[in-house]
């Protein structure tokens, strides 16, 4: 009996070892059946900088994560849900869980970016370049005398006359892809940044290549880039890109960059 009472304690560990044994072989069972969606998380800090949104498009957009994750914006903590939300006079669009703007223009970039929105306002990309192709009709009198406070008879004015001789459609699909930059939105605002900043990267030294600006600026009817890239100028860009700091903050940017 002595002998017997001795053993009990081995089979009480022997019985846990087994039952734990079990548990930890069921949870590999039950892990290998769960979706592959379930599975591939994001890691901690990629959640924290990003949000919820992360959990499914670094599966159907990781482009546009692998974009975010190398921005200014991801450095500094801002996160989807920041820039996406809808703002006073935006649609709503549910999506997910959350409610997100159905269109972002520049009015979802300047609440953290005030004083480059005002710089943008004062310039010939807002609206004298909706204006120059549809006149002064969309924009309400408030916007008109901004504009016009700053570029006299740009965007109080009719239509441009060529334009209209080129027909809707060609205004739509041509002349309307690029002056969209400075068309006025329902939500009171102006154009939008990612004309010249692109979405996700959100960069300033994008912005300031000339290839960006070529986008638009190109062809037989205003063919700057063309007319750049083949000046003094244009060569010195590509002989001397790599000696330039395109990425200097605005406010700190001086000749020594360029």
Known sequence: MARLRGNRPFAAVFVAIAIGAALVVGAFILHAARPEGELEQPTAAFVRATGKCAECHRRETPSVLHQYEASRHAAEGVSCLDCHRAREGQEELAHRGFVITETMTAGNCSGCHATEYRQYLRSRHAAPAWAAVTGARDFTPE??????????????????????????????????????????????????????????????????????????????????????????HGVLWASLRDQMNMDAPPAELTTADM
């Open 143 to 232: 916007q008109v005398a901004f504009a016009e406070r700053y570029h006299e008879g740009a965007v109080d004015r009719p239509p441009n006359a060529l334009a209209q001789l080129e027909g809707p459609a060609a205004i739509t699909s041509g002349c309307q892809s690029c002056h969209d930059i400075g068309k006025p939105n329902a939500d009171g605002s102006i154009g939008t940044c990612t004309e010249c900043h692109s979405r996700h990267t959100t960069s300033v030294e994008l912005a300031r290549t000339p290839q960006t600006c070529g986008q638009c600026h190109l062809g037989p009817d205003h063919s700057q880039i063309e007319i750049y890239t083949e000046s003094k």
